[in-house]
């Protein structure tokens, strides 16, 4: 097995080109490195866990705890918080959701480079 491939891109129009001005040009060489491949994967499913970890709190019992120490002279900003805390954790969830799904596309990319170049 190669520790990488070598692929050559190809623009297939005009428009395509100038949107790659910058980047990688027509002809150039792009390496795919399945073990740093392997590395980028492991970081964003780390960070997935992470993540998750951090946005899977107790939104009821952090709402609770805070209606118990502002009392009712703290209605009116409960009534903003509440919503606005379950809507931060449900933001995080999905981020994590993000960090999970980038990595399980890394892992499929890299198994179909492997599998290309062992064929």
């Known amino acids: ?5 070598r692929i050559t891109i ?10 790659h001005r910058g980047g990688a040009q027509v002809g150039e060489v792009f390496t795919a490195v399945p073990a740093a491949m392997a590395a980028f994967s492991a ?3 780390a960070a997935a866990e992470t993540i998750s970890a951090a ?5 009821e019992g952090m709402l609770g705890a805070v209606a118990a120490a502002l009392g009712p002279i703290g209605a009116s900003y409960l009534a903003a918080y509440g919503p606005a805390q379950a809507n931060n954790l449900a933001a995080t969830l999905l981020v994590a959701h993000v960090h999970e799904a980038i990595g399980g596309g890394t ?5 179909a480079i492997v599998s290309a170049d062992n064929a």
């Open 107 to 111: 892992d499929a990319s890299q198994a």
């Open 43 to 45: 970081a964003n499913q």
């Open 55 to 59: 946005g899977s709190a107790d939104s």
């Open 10 to 19: 190809q623009c297939v129009s005009r428009k395509a080109k100038r949107i």
């Open 1 to 5: 097995m190669l520790d990488t491939l």
